[in-house]
């Protein structure tokens, strides 16, 4: 019995992630396989996703082809991409953006949270972050309620470069 507590509370731990060679992190409660494509001005947008006790944990890293020193511009581009993806996953309510986060204190960050619905039921909880240089979304959802404290964690795990 003892063993089983052990493996579960294993199971439940974040553990860190390399987003590539980028120089961002994030930690996870599953390993994404992550996927390189491309954007429309050709920026590396790399993606991935994985499920664990039924909540499905995402990320989305966008390399920007051409960075940003204004962070409010940072942050309307970061909320245009949050807009477009809405689209792409279906997502038919959200209760809006709340705007006046930083990544972890970084006054040169910039970062958005939300929660969707999206065609299937699903509940989502976004939080997007900017430095002008990259934009990091971490992303779960399920279909029933979302263990807000995980999720949080791990929504609040992404790492920027050092440099």
Request: glycine residues 6%.
């Amino acid at each position: 019995m003892l063993w089983q507590q052990t493996s579960l509370l294993a199971q439940q731990s974040l553990k860190k992630y390399a987003i590539e060679k980028t120089g961002c992190y994030y930690s996870n409660y599953c390993a994404a396989d992550l996927h390189l494509e491309y954007s429309e001005d050709s920026s590396k947008v790399y993606s991935g996703e994985c499920t664990t006790d039924e909540t499905t944990y995402g990320v989305i890293c966008v390399q920007l082809l051409r960075p940003m020193k204004d962070l409010k511009l940072a942050e309307d581009m970061m909320i245009a991409y949050l807009d477009y993806l809405k689209s792409t996953m279906n997502i038919e309510k959200s209760v809006g953006y709340v705007k006046g986060y930083r990544l972890h204190k970084d006054e040169n960050t910039r970062g958005v949270v939300d929660y969707w619905i999206d065609k299937d039921a699903d509940k989502w909880k976004i939080k997007a972050w900017t430095n002008g240089r990259f934009i990091g979304l971490l992303y779960a959802y399920k279909s029933g309620e979302l263990s807000e404290n995980k999720v949080n964690q791990f929504l609040d795990s992404f790492v920027f470069p050092q440099n």
